[in-house]
């Protein structure tokens, strides 16, 4: 069964740091795409980044320049490593991975960014 655990979130200033992990679990863990999306209060599901198994980023305009996503196939972890923070960047963050037809997401994790 495939499982998915976020880690890393909390209060933080704005222009301050955060990174957030996932681990995975139950699934080949290297040969899959692995994503982050996010949630603000009231509005939609919004993919943030993802990381190929080769390793090939993509990133939201929003946060271009100041998030890094990155993957170790050796402990089943994916990251997202989120630098000059904005309050605007609140949100819970999930963890994302499809395998075939089948989605799967994480519990989040809850960033708060404010003064």
């Known amino acids: 069964q495939v499982q998915l655990v976020e880690s890393g979130g909390g209060l933080v200033q704005p222009g301050g740091s955060l990174r957030l992990s996932c681990a995975a679990s139950g699934m080949r863990f290297s040969i899959y795409t692995m994503a982050w999306y996010r949630q603000a209060p009231g509005k939609q599901r919004e993919s943030v980044a993802s990381?190929?198994?080769?390793?090939?980023?993509n990133y939201a305009d929003s946060v271009k320049g100041r998030f890094t996503i990155s993957r170790d196939n050796a402990k089943n972890t994916v990251y997202l490593q989120m630098n000059v923070l904005k309050p605007e960047d609140t949100a819970v963050y999930y963890c994302n991975t499809r395998l075939g037809s089948r989605t799967y997401w994480g519990q989040g994790t809850q960033v708060t960014v404010s003064s």
């Open positions: 990381i190929t198994s080769g390793g090939n980023t």
